[in-house]
């Protein structure tokens, strides 16, 4: 077909108005296979976003956008082939040079249940297909392997000319915690730089492989492990969890403005524990306030990924080691968490975006 390229096709792509299609990185290459039978066309793109960023919505503004270029083609068959971004910084790939992104989930404070999010965020992330590591960095009070049904203790072996451990699996995670290295009664009685140097450990001695994401489960507050973990690993982006109470609000608050001194993007806020809705009347009960996560992201311009409601069944798959997500996926709470976390996996790869566009326009004015 006369004038039909890779080239003018490209073109057309780079019309489409959507935030998910970075112009600046679509390049020939992006257009992995292209073939005219007759007057259809077929074609593989690739597209630097999460596999739960591609939607029919999506693929119409593609096709679309080609056909009204090239008119003459009868149908357009897209296959979109969608990869994860990955955060580039020479200190990250230095220590952990397998890791695509990592994302600490942090709250101000203590009782919001911040663990049980970092928990079913990670199973939901790596049941849409992600690989995905979790470090349980709450030194004080080590929770992840209770919550992921893990009793065993992580291998411990040679590699090169150090000592590593390698991390245990289960559900699709990598998970590795100082809960694993002591008995389930001790106390963690350290102080801070202890604490700080375990979490360099965790890091820098254990067998991460190849990760999409690696998920850092933070210790409430704004201490050292916090400082220590910004200071040496530069974080892809930090999801804050509340909830609705103005008690809480205020300490998530502190948290945030703690992780915008240190230059650690807010990829979003999750608010848990948003509501209650009674299992025999269905009514809505919103037990600690209402809408205050919803607030604080507008108040300081920052995502909201979402809130989840309380349930017993939520708690129970923590105490007995099986997540929401994963033990009762057709439920309304699982698909609430299942969206929670790829809304988190957009507004990593946005982030990822605005970084690159950054980087690009820092070259350019040195040239």
Avoid: C
């Amino acid at each position: 077909m006369i004038g039909l390229t890779k080239s003018g096709i490209l073109n057309s792509i780079k019309k489409v108005d959507d935030e998910r299609i970075d112009k600046n990185h679509l390049i020939l290459n992006s257009i992995k296979n292209f073939e005219i039978k007759e007057n259809d066309l077929d074609i593989d793109l690739s597209l630097s976003i999460p596999q739960t960023s591609v939607n029919d919505e999506l693929k119409s503004k593609i096709t679309k956008a080609i056909k009204e270029d090239f008119p003459e083609l009868s149908d357009v068959k897209l296959n979109i082939l969608a990869k994860i971004s990955s955060h580039t910084d020479k200190r990250k790939d230095a220590l952990l040079p397998g890791v695509k992104n990592t994302v600490a989930v942090a709250s101000g404070k203590g009782g919001v249940g911040k663990s049980t999010v970092a928990v079913n965020l990670a199973v939901a992330l790596a049941k849409d297909g992600a690989n995905v590591g979790l470090i349980d960095a709450d030194i004080y009070g080590p929770s992840i392997p209770l919550m992921l049904g893990i009793k065993e203790k992580p291998k411990i072996f040679q590699k090169e000319d150090k000592v590593v451990m390698q991390p245990v699996e289960n559900y699709g995670i990598k998970l590795i915690s100082i809960g694993f290295l002591i008995d389930d009664d001790a106390p963690v009685i350290w102080r801070g730089p202890m604490a700080s140097g375990a979490i360099k450990q965790f890091m820098s001695d254990v067998n991460w492989g190849e990760l999409d994401y690696l998920v850092f489960d933070m210790p409430p507050g704004t201490g050292d492990i916090q400082l220590t973990l910004v200071q040496t690993i530069p974080l892809t982006g930090v999801v804050i969890v509340t909830t609705p109470q103005e008690v809480s609000l205020i300490d998530a608050r502190k948290a945030l403005k703690m992780f915008n001194r240190v230059n650690v993007p807010v990829a979003g806020v999750v608010e848990n524990m948003s509501y209650f809705l009674a299992p025999d009347t269905g009514k809505k009960y919103d037990i600690f306030g209402f809408g205050g996560g919803e607030q604080l992201s507008k108040d300081l311009n920052i995502p909201f990924l979402g809130g989840i409601p309380i349930d017993s069944r939520i708690r129970i798959g923590g105490d007995k080691g099986v997540p929401i997500v994963f033990d009762l996926p057709d439920t309304e709470y699982s698909d609430i968490i299942t969206g929670i976390s790829r809304n988190l996996a957009e507004q990593i790869n946005l982030i990822n975006l605005n970084a690159s566009s950054k980087v690009e326009i820092l070259l350019d004015d040195e040239e």
